[in-house]
């Protein structure tokens, strides 16, 4: 136990990083004086405070402004502008966009709309209003409402940082019979705005860029599967936009789902699009609820798609103004009110109120297929990637638009309505009984049963191979979920701390929930009861942060185990995880560090002396991508578990130490601090 913690304060941060635009030797360590004389606190002066101008922050640090610099964030420039396109098309101003692909790695969008202004901008009068937005943060028509009702993002983020991470980027702009066009190189203008002549029967906008390989990688090119997907979604979501797609033959070899030439254009809008998602799958109700209120592309408008599925399990995909939001937000919050509320009423009027009473939104939702789209104007997401929406009038928007007309869906039909109540309520009654179970059972292959204390299960049916994460709140429950192996990892979220056996008395273990929920995920038994043939995994994992309050639930999870299942420990199950702390990205480069001496490791040795390396802190296992936890976590191939241990020898010294540390008497806790107050006045000194 003191190990853990020894490690724990020597992760301690000291500071110095808040000032990320200041050479990291320059500050001074925390904790330690400055040097006398010479009024400069150790050579960190003005002068080495950097101001970055243009797009510079952009390339300098693309994290911040795409979410990294891997796959997911390399298909996310393709989102910024066919977004700009979409934009003019919820308008009324496009009625298509061409999306190409070429051999050369040049990705072309072009649209139909007013196209880019390039008369002389008031502010910058010797330049045209298309460099300015090209080349300027924060500059673009979405900003005020009269040009734009709504739209996915604004004008002069989006492109401005595709054009800073692009090794060229050209634009020609088709408006008022005349045709210009303007060449980038890495954000740089090659030359002024061109007019190239007049033009018939032509206007809009044409994007064509490259990404560059300095910061994606020279192996870092778009694929075309994702992007035939992303391309034709954004038709789903928009019935009166035709979206054509081409694509080089040479780059499709092997790729028998995706063509060369092929054009979108889905009147019926989300209906369409999950009916062909679910078109293999039984449904509990036979029909699709869907509608829309309001115009598409207007303040206010909604969109929605929902089907129950009896043999599959379900999703919710949410769009806001044509951007998709994989975390969700308040309008799928919208949703799951509405859709609750609605059945609820149903119930009442088919005299079925009482078994109805227990339903929550998260059985209605269980086996449902849903897609949602939002307009809102001026939305708020959380980061720049706007992957979850965080506009609190979505939420009544969303459940105003869909409540009556669910009302009247189901009552156009009680009979299928009372099938959907049923199937709702025994999810309800599955849930309930489950957590009241003292053992849980595999599932069965042909059907889910829903399992204690939000456990996420995997499909493997033997303990060998089997692994079963315990994991620190819903935020990282959720991010492990989205990063695990189905078929051979278990999740089990946990709130907070857990109770502290050591120091607890029996009636307050028997009635904690949490620790009831993770003896039925295990399935073993405790104390006398434990049996090893009934352990459902081979590994159990403690998969909290890297911090202070992680080693605090990981010593407390340890304790749990100490005391109530030993034979867990001695038949070698138990292991930590070992997140990281660090994240070094450099170019096409990444590493993560464990701590602050293995981040000092890497940054010697993995990268040059004078390179401006981008180091991002993990605050948590929450604030980390799935594909990050995977990677560095989750990953067998790649991860590093550490298996707790109970040698022969240490067997009364460690019950002597759980005793002290964690038992009922203060006294010895406070002998035990006195006896490492040195200890722990070297280690401050150390950070």
């Known amino acids: 136990m003191s190990k853990i913690l020894k490690s724990k304060n020597k992760t301690k941060s000291s500071g110095d990083d808040l000032f990320a635009t200041a050479p990291r030797s320059a500050a001074p360590s925390a904790g330690r004086s400055a040097p006398k004389g010479g009024g400069a606190e150790g050579g960190y002066t003005a002068r080495d405070i950097e101001v970055l101008e243009g797009l510079e922050p952009v390339r300098r640090r693309p994290g911040m402004y795409i979410g990294g610099t891997d796959e997911k964030a390399l298909h996310h420039l393709f989102a910024e502008v066919i977004d700009n396109s979409m934009d003019e098309a919820l308008a009324g101003h496009a009625s298509f966009i061409e999306v190409e692909l070429g051999a050369d790695g040049y990705l072309t969008v072009t649209d139909n709309g007013r196209g880019i202004p390039v008369d002389p901008h008031p502010k910058f009068p010797k330049k045209s209003a298309l460099e300015v937005i090209m080349c300027t943060l924060h500059a673009g028509g979405k900003f005020d409402s009269k040009v734009y ?43 002024r705005l061109e007019n190239l002549g007049k033009v018939a029967n032509r ?61 979108f254009h889905f009147p019926g809008g989300l ?53 998709p939001t994989p975390d969700g937000g308040t309008h799928e919050s919208g949703l799951r009110a509405a859709l609750l509320r609605g059945l609820k009423d149903h119930a009442e009027r088919a005299g079925q109120a009482k078994r109805a009473a227990s339903i929550t939104s998260e059985d209605v939702m269980a086996g449902a ?75 069965s292959a042909v059907r889910k049963l829903r399992l204690p204390g939000k456990l996420a299960d995997c499909t493997n049916s033997a303990a060998d191979g089997s692994e079963l994460f315990i994991v620190e709140g819903d935020s990282a429950g959720g991010s492990a979920k989205q990063a695990r192996d189905r078929a051979s990892q278990a999740i089990l ?63 407390l999870l340890i304790t749990f185990f100490y005391r109530q299942m030993p034979r867990l420990i001695d038949e070698g199950h138990l292991y930590l995880a070992v997140p990281p702390l660090y994240r070094l990205t450099h170019g096409a480069k990444t590493f993560y560090a464990r701590d602050d001496a293995h981040r000092d490791e890497l940054l010697k040795k993995e990268f040059h002396a004078n390179a401006k390396v981008e180091i991002g802190r993990f605050k948590g296992l929450g604030e980390m991508m799935p594909a990050q936890l995977k990677e560095t976590t989750m990953n067998p191939g790649k991860r590093t578990l550490l298996r707790v241990m109970l040698l022969p020898d240490d067997r009364e010294d460690t019950a002597d130490a759980i005793e002290r540390l964690m038992g009922t008497k203060a006294e010895a806790r406070f002998a035990f601090i006195q006896e490492k107050a040195e200890f722990a006045k070297d280690e401050l000194l150390d950070v």
């Open 149 to 191: 009702e709504t739209s996915g993002g604004l004008h002069g983020v989006g492109v401005s940082v595709v054009n800073a991470l692009s090794s060229r980027l050209e634009v020609e702009v088709a408006r008022g019979q005349q045709l210009y066009r303007m060449a980038f190189e890495r954000g740089t203008p090659k030359g």
């Open 203 to 263: 206007r809009g906008t044409r994007v064509r860029f490259k990404p560059d390989p300095d910061i994606f990688g020279a192996k870092a090119v778009f694929k075309p599967q994702r992007l035939f997907k992303m391309a034709r979604s954004k038709a789903y979501l928009f019935g009166g936009v035709e979206i054509r797609w081409h694509c080089a033959p040479e780059l499709l070899r092997g790729l028998e789902d995706v063509p060369a030439e092929d054009t």
């Open 271 to 323: 209906k369409d699009y999950l009916a062909a998602a679910i078109h293999n799958d039984t449904l509990v109700h036979p029909d699709i609820f869907s509608g829309r209120s309001g115009k598409n592309g207007a303040h206010g408008a909604c969109e929605w798609a929902v089907a129950w599925t009896a043999d599959a399990d379900g999703f919710l995909s949410s769009y806001t103004n044509t951007v």
């Open 369 to 443: 297929a849903a897609m949602l789209s939002v307009f809102v104007r001026e939305p708020e997401f959380q980061g720049q990637t706007k992957d979850r929406l965080a506009t609190a009038e979505a939420q009544r928007i969303v459940e105003q638009a869909i409540k009556d007309p669910f009302d009247h869906w189901l009552a156009g039909n009680p009979v299928q309505a009372n099938r959907l109540l049923e199937f709702v309520v025994e999810r309800a009654d599955e849930r309930l009984r489950r957590r009241q179970e003292k053992e849980i059972s595999r599932k």
């Open 493 to 555: 979220p946990l709130r907070g701390k857990i109770l502290n056996v050591a120091s607890a008395g029996k009636d307050k273990l028997a009635a904690n929930q949490q620790l009831a929920d993770l003896v039925q995920a295990l399935g073993c038994g405790t104390a006398a009861h434990y049996r090893e043939e009934d352990l459902r995994y081979g590994r159990v994992i403690i998969m909290t942060d890297a911090d202070v309050d992680g080693a605090h639930i990981a010593s």
